[in-house]
């Protein structure tokens, strides 16, 4: 995807396209220049080449005429000799015709005179140079074509006949004969022979070698001789197509043959013998012959060739050059647009300056930056310098300085410049040398200019806010150097006033001895592999003093694990401070329960357990692990309880109650009695939670118990001594004065001579007669009377809800039953005796009563005893019937 605007063209493409067709329609031209000058040569080379083989023809042709010449005056000379020893056979003696033989023989060269023979006109051989031998052998030669060519036609001109194999001389030869004559008739033939050889010779002579060759052959074609292939060309003869034989009428002529003794293809010409009937033939190997000129040709080609090659590799390095040169202009135009845009977008307007005049040049955006438009600002250096910042000028000159000697290649740096309205403009300037004098001396500086006002804002404005945060923010690099921090980092961090940013986290120290490293760097895996992590961790503060630290790390760049990494860091040493002493405090705490004897439940404000030991369960039978009841909520807890239990433990909630504390005892059985205690955990009016304390109080419940009896308990007798029968007696009155009609009688009892007992038995025995007497007395009365000793062997009883005949009845049936049962004592049994007054039950006082029970007693002492008197009360009440002492 182009990042280019849609309205900027894209020439990187365009130009070279019609590159492509000024190179295509250039290459189209070479092409057919190349082509014409190919087929001219091409037109050149055949014409040269024709021109060559028509030299070859016309030499052939020469040397044929010449050879022609050569081989008619050779036959000549054989005519002649045949000519010659006709007349001398016929005319002269036999001596002269040998002689006149060897001399022929010795004119001709040697070997080429073969044989000589002379035949009658029937044939029969006369004379033959071979001998005898040879005569008697061929005794006739009228078969012969020679004898048949001259006999029947007379025909008197020479024949030379096809080559024959002599089987005397063994040797090819060739007959020349010619007719004898006799008086104008036919007297026979004269044949000389001539070797075929000697005329192969004289061609070989003059073509030895195998590429030229030259032959003589006959009308009808046949070999006669052969420069070079002698025994295979005897016996055969030229195609029946060859000029030779078919057109008998022409004296010369040329055509292109390829031999079949050899398959080499030449050049022929052919010229017949003026005189004689034979044709010498003259080839020139066709190949061989214009060799000289085909490989002029082929020189010239391959230089026409290579010239075309460079031709062709010039127009390729010329194309080449040609759209590497559009490309890079396309390329360089594409660049200068792209950067003019990305002048544009980034807002960047450029300058250059030269030193030595001073003169600034600067553009239309530099200009606007300042708030003028191009041509309203003088191009001088005060224009720039003029309206820098003051408290910026220094800075801005020694980097210009520094860049002008040679201490830096390039200078850049941000500073303010006076806006056309008054304001100051934060920019970003960076510069270059853009030339030099031949002497190195900078001669002009060329740089761009950006507004960044807005960054700078915004950069104070993030800084200001980072450090506002009562967090460190720290930007390490993934190095773990430190980049950039807060203020508030800085302050942690920067010991000595010592910049933390651009140092390392060795460097600084800042990791605590005993801190896992290696769970730091796996907090860094997570963090590449999660995008994030949060972890706790210890670092050293600028004074030494390890803190403890929330850290929250991200990359600066999610999609880049590499990135730059952002750490906030929250000072969390007072919590961890607080956790440890909290962490200590709950161990004391657990200690501290596990030891208690009570059960122990901590609920936090929300209800949910927060501690809790063992012995809770076990008081409560609840057959659990107390730390399993830890994290219950109130409800969860509750349903762990029986319904006994969950019963007090919803009591407080339920009763939306804002008590302190409060106790409970809880009877678990007839020997159990828990105390359960709620006290509240309140701050201030805030209710941080409650505890639960149960204890077992079995113990000290019975001990209570004893001790209350013991206290309302006659230890001799086991009945109620007087002061709780005196309750008892309280408590009936009481009643008998809210229901009067329910009536009541109050009896007072006192042994009969019982100092007797004493003196007779001893004390012990007297006991044992007291306790005798106090068990009848309890099995005589009712449940609800109340009998108790009042002191020495005197016992009182209240009997409520009974008339008073009734309770004189009752009083009565005990008196006898204590006079009928003697006590059981280690002195054997001993009757015993007793006397009871008795007086109804009033609201009266109780010491009046006791005054008239009393009264009553002493009644029945003074009646004899063993006896029951009435004593009723003074007013008030009318005297019942039965009143008296009663025996
Ligand atoms: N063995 C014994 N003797 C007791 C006890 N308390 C009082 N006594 C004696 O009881 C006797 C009471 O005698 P008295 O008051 O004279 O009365 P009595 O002998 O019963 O004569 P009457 O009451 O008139 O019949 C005294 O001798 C006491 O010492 C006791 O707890 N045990």
Request: contains cysteine; charged residues 25%.
């Amino acid at each position: 995807m182009s990042f280019l605007p849609a309205s900027v063209p894209d020439r990187s493409h365009e130009t070279p396209r019609n590159a492509t067709l000024i190179v295509a329609l250039g290459w189209l031209a070479l092409v057919l220049a190349l082509a014409i000058h190919w087929s001219q040569l091409q037109a050149s080379h055949r014409s040269q080449l024709q021109a060559a083989e028509k030299q070859i023809q016309l030499r052939a042709a020469e040397t044929a005429h010449a050879l022609a010449v050569q081989f008619d005056a050779l036959i000549g000379n054989a005519d002649y000799i045949a000519r010659h020893l006709a007349e001398r056979w016929a005319g002269a003696g036999r001596h002269a015709f040998l002689d006149d033989l060897a001399l022929a023989r010795s004119a001709l060269p040697e070997g080429t005179l073969a044989h000589v023979l002379i035949a009658d006109p029937r044939g029969k051989v006369l004379f033959s140079s071979a001998g005898a031998d040879e005569a008697a052998a061929t005794p006739s030669v009228a078969g012969r074509a020679y004898f048949q060519a001259h006999g029947p036609e007379h025909r008197t001109r020479a024949f030379i006949s096809e080559p024959l194999f002599d089987r005397f001389t063994r040797q090819w030869t060739i007959q020349l004969s010619r007719p004898l004559l006799r008086d104008g008739h036919f007297a026979g033939v004269i044949a000389v022979s001539i070797t075929a050889e000697s005329l192969s010779l004289a061609l070989r002579r003059i073509f030895p070698g195998p590429v030229d060759v030259a032959a003589l052959v006959d009308d009808d074609g046949r070999y006669l001789a052969h420069s070079q292939q002698m025994d295979e060309a005897l016996g055969k003869s030229l195609p029946e197509s060859s000029p030779i034989r078919t057109e008998r009428n022409s004296h010369s002529g040329s055509f292109a043959w390829r031999t079949p003794l050899d398959g080499v293809l030449r050049h022929f010409a052919w010229q017949r013998a003026p005189t004689y009937p034979v044709t010498v033939i003259h080839g020139l190997d066709k190949h061989e012959a214009l060799r000289p000129v085909l490989a002029v040709l082929r020189e010239n080609s391959t230089q026409n060739a290579f010239g075309t090659a460079l031709l062709i590799l010039v127009a390729v390095a010329v194309s080449a050059m040609f759209l590497y040169g559009h490309r890079q202009g396309a390329r360089l135009a594409a660049m200068a647009d792209q950067l003019e845009l990305s002048l544009e977008a980034g807002g960047l307007g450029t300058w250059s300056w030269e030193p030595d005049t001073g003169k600034i040049q600067f553009d239309e955006r530099w200009a606007a930056m300042l708030g003028y438009a191009e041509d309203e600002l003088p191009r001088q250096a005060s224009t720039w310098e003029s309206r820098i910042h003051p408290a910026d000028l220094q800075h801005t000159r020694q980097a210009l300085d520094a860049l002008l000697q040679g201490a830096s290649t390039s200078a850049e740096g941000e500073y303010r410049l006076r806006h056309r309205d008054g304001h100051w403009i934060w920019v970003h300037g960076r510069c270059r040398i853009a030339a030099r004098a031949r002497d190195g001396r900078p001669v002009q500086v060329a740089g761009t200019l950006q507004n960044v006002s807005a960054r700078v804002a915004e950069a104070r404005l993030r800084t200001a806010l980072l450090d506002q945060s009562a967090a460190a923010i720290a930007l390490f690099t993934s190095t773990r150097e430190i980049r950039s921090v807060n203020s508030r980092a800085r302050e942690i961090f920067g010991s000595g006033g010592i910049d933390p940013v651009g140092r390392n986290v060795r460097e600084l120290g800042l990791h605590v001895e005993w801190a896992d490293l290696q769970t730091m760097n796996q907090h860094y895996a997570t963090l590449r592999a999660g995008g994030q992590v949060r972890c706790e961790y210890p670092l050293r503060d600028a004074s030494g003093r390890a803190r403890w630290f929330d850290m929250h790390g991200t990359p600066s760049d999610p999609e880049d694990p590499d990135s730059d990494i952002v750490w906030t860091l929250i000072d969390i040493t007072e919590r961890r401070e607080a956790e440890t002493a909290l962490a200590t405090e709950r161990l004391r705490m657990i200690t501290l329960l596990e030891r208690y004897p009570g059960g122990v439940l901590m609920e936090d404000g929300s209800g949910r357990v927060v501690m809790v030991n063992q012995k809770f369960c076990t008081l409560l039978a609840l057959g659990v692990e107390a730390a399993s009841l830890e994290g219950l909520d109130h409800v969860q807890l509750c349903t762990r309880l029986d319904e006994v239990h969950s019963r007090w433990l919803h009591l407080p909630d339920s009763e939306h109650s804002i008590e302190k504390r409060r106790t409970i005892e809880v009877n678990e059985g007839p020997a159990k009695t828990l105390a359960v205690e709620w006290v509240p955990i309140v701050r201030d009016t805030d209710t941080l939670g409650r505890v639960w304390l149960v204890r077992d109080i079995s113990e000290r419940k019975q001990r209570e118990a004893e001790l209350a009896r013991l206290a309302t308990t006659d230890t001799l007798t086991g009945l109620p001594n007087r002061r709780s029968f005196m309750a008892s007696l309280d408590a009936a009155i009481a009643d008998v004065r809210g229901h009067p009609e329910r009536g009541g009688v109050l009896l007072m009892m006192d042994i009969d001579h019982f100092k007797r007992i004493n003196d007779s038995y001893g004390h012990p025995v007297g006991d044992a007669v007291l306790q005798h007497a106090a068990e009848v007395i309890r099995s005589s009365l009712r449940q609800t009377d109340s009998a108790g000793r009042l002191g020495g062997e005197e016992f009182g009883a209240v009997l409520p809800a009974i008339n008073l005949q009734d309770g004189k009845a009752l009083a009565e049936r005990l008196r006898r039953t204590l006079a009928g049962r003697p006590a059981s004592t280690d002195a054997g049994k001993i009757e015993v005796s007793i006397s009871i007054g008795l007086t109804p039950l009033t609201g009266d006082d109780p010491n009046l009563l006791f005054s008239r029970a009393d009264r009553a007693l002493y009644a029945a002492k003074n009646s004899g005893r063993n006896r029951v008197s009435v004593s009723q009360p003074e007013k008030a009440l009318p005297a019942p019937a039965g009143d008296g002492v009663a025996q």
